[in-house]
């Protein structure tokens, strides 16, 4: 098993574990490997076989790419 992100969010975390889904890789989401005592955060990973890691790596670079999209903002005019 690799472990493919880690993120504070569950939400994030499920969201992407159903675009794996999709793409038919499995996935599972770990806590245990990202939870600290002295700040109470919690980080959720995912994991995926050895043999996924390619196409799985591919899904994460577009989502994450998708997520990092900034519309274009008009041009304001110069008065």
């Known amino acids: 098993m690799k472990r493919l992100y880690a993120t504070p969010s569950v939400d994030e975390a499920q ?9 038919g890789i499995e ?7 990202g939870a600290s005592v002295q700040t109470g955060a ?6 995926i076989e050895d043999k996924d890691a390619p196409a799985a790596v591919g ?3 577009a989502w ?7 519309p274009d903002e008009p041009d304001l005019e110069v008065t």
């Open 15 to 23: 969201k992407l574990q159903e675009l794996l889904k999709q793409a």
């Open 64 to 70: 994450l790419e998708k997520d990092l999209d900034v």
């Open 59 to 61: 899904v994460l670079a």
């Open 42 to 47: 919690v980080n959720f990973a995912l994991y």
């Open 27 to 33: 996935s599972s989401i770990d806590t245990r490997a």
